[in-house]
């Protein structure tokens, strides 16, 4: 199994650009999230999953997309780039409420 | 709100110390799970332990363990034996599951600096 895979490992934008950050599992998990990473803040909570065709909010949802259209892979969308996204990006996956969340390798974006 | 709130930016310990790391949590939910994360300073994310809201005893694994205070909404995070391999930032994570939401939302994490 690879696990839960990220691509790109790096990513510069200029403002106003958009990108798709791409997340897959190879697991079967049903529960799949993006968190952003700030200095001092911990991991945020920006979209999540809880099945393909099912997605939610979370802390953080202005300026981003998501859609599940599978169960493997969990897509997230920049619409239009802005400095205040500069930031590490990890995709996790799970199964039921009691299991770790296993997390992709992250995705460090810099947007100019 | 559902929040977790680790309140020790920094901590020091010495090698082969045990030391403890706070986390307290609120939500007025009755089923959630309090999971700790260690970060290397590679970034990747490591599980470290897990707690259920239902579960009668404390977790542990290996030299982790978890002190689940209930009433005191409390989850705090003890290391036996410290190493040096230790040094990290550790991260208490609260997961939330409802009829209509499956959240894990994390505290800001805490820098933990191993010294010999």
């Known amino acids: 199994n690879a696990g839960v895979t990220q691509t790109p490992k790096f990513q510069v934008l200029k403002t106003g650009q958009s990108m798709t950050l791409q997340c897959a599992q190879d697991?079967?998990?049903?529960?799949m999230s993006w968190y952003r990473q700030d200095p001092g803040m911990g991991l945020r909570l920006i979209h999540y999953?809880?099945?393909?065709?099912?997605?939610d909010q979370g802390e953080v949802p202005n300026g981003y997309n998501v859609s599940r259209s599978t169960t493997e892979d969990f897509p997230l969308r920049l619409l239009s780039a802005a400095p205040s996204q500069t930031s590490v990006y990890f995709c996790?996956?799970?199964?039921?409420?009691?299991?770790?969340?296993?997390f992709g390798p992250g995705t460090r974006l810099t947007v100019l | 709100a559902q929040k977790i709130t680790q309140t020790q930016p920094g901590m020091f310990v010495q090698e082969k110390e045990a030391v403890t790391l706070d986390c307290t949590y609120d939500?007025?939910?009755?089923?959630?799970?309090l999971f700790w994360y260690k970060q290397p300073s590679s970034g990747e994310m490591i599980f470290l332990i897990y707690q259920g809201s239902y579960d009668q005893q404390n977790a542990t694994e290996g030299r982790y363990s978890l002190n689940f205070q209930k009433a005191r909404k409390s989850a705090n995070l003890v290391i036996s034996a410290s190493q040096l391999g230790d040094s990290a930032m550790y991260f208490c994570a609260m997961r939330v599951l409802s009829y209509n939401t499956d959240k894990l939302i994390f505290g800001t994490g805490t820098r933990l600096q191993v010294f010999p």
């Open positions: 996790a996956s799970s199964g039921t409420v009691d299991n770790e969340q296993f």
């Open positions: 999953s809880v099945g393909a065709g099912i997605t």
């Open positions: 697991m079967n998990h049903e529960y």
């Open positions: 939500t007025s939910d009755p089923s959630y799970g």
